[in-house]
């Protein structure tokens, strides 16, 4: 599932180019879920913005400003959204320009054997990160490639990387209940593409 700005009514989540990604039942890649509505300001922080989903967060900001609790402010829209697809591959694109002038196009190709997914980033001021929310497990960082043995992601880019790890993320799958997972972060310094192919043993 891949999240694109098209908003009908207020934004309740800085997602924009959100992939969700299940492979035989497992929610593989996954966003944070919502925790609670009235927590304290870190969660409500956290659980709505750009960093506890499957996307580039840039320069440390949400991709929309916060106006209140429940409300961000210059929604927005997409500049590009098209799918096609055949019984042997499927495709999606979509993109955006946000209001700081930062513009992030996501390219996915899906078919029986492997995911690919192609960002391309520009105009932003300091750095980009991308973010792969993984199921809880035992993953494994192997230079530029992260596995818990059934599933794989590998990071290939037209640029130098300042930095690839794997963090401590939160979610919610149940309303009030939080639980950690990895977080496989990527991030970059310059404008640029970056591409991740995911793969799976059936």
């Keep these: 599932m891949l999240r694109y700005p098209r908003f009908r009514f207020r934004p ?4 924009a180019l959100h992939l969700d990604f299940w492979l035989g039942g497992l929610n593989i890649l996954r966003d944070a879920g919502s925790f609670s509505y009235n927590t304290d ?4 922080s956290y659980f709505p913005g750009t960093q506890s989903h ?3 967060q840039f320069d440390d900001r ?3 400003p916060r106006l209140s609790r429940f409300l961000f ?3 927005l829209q997409a500049k590009s959204a098209k799918s096609s697809f055949t019984l ?3 495709d999606s694109e979509a993109s955006y320009c946000d209001d700081w002038g930062v ?10 054997k492997k995911l690919v997914v192609i960002d391309h980033v520009s105009r932003f001021q300091k750095k980009a990160v991308l973010r792969w929310r993984l199921m809880p497990g035992d993953w494994v960082l192997e ?4 596995s818990n043995g059934h599933v794989s992601l590998t990071i290939s880019t037209d640029i130098n990387l300042s930095r690839l790890e794997i963090v401590e993320g939160w979610e919610s799958r149940y309303y009030l209940q939080r639980t950690a997972l990895p977080v496989l972060e990527v991030e970059m310094n310059h404008a640029g593409s970056i591409s991740t192919i995911v793969e799976w043993i059936v």
């Design 73 to 75: 402010g210059d929604w």
């Design 143 to 146: 230079g530029r490639t992260i």
């Design 103 to 112: 513009e992030h196009l996501r390219r996915v190709s899906l078919t029986d």
């Design 54 to 56: 499957n996307t580039i």
């Design 41 to 44: 300001a870190r969660w409500l």
């Design 12 to 15: 309740s989540q800085a997602d």
């Design 62 to 64: 949400d991709q929309m």
């Design 88 to 90: 042997e591959q499927k």
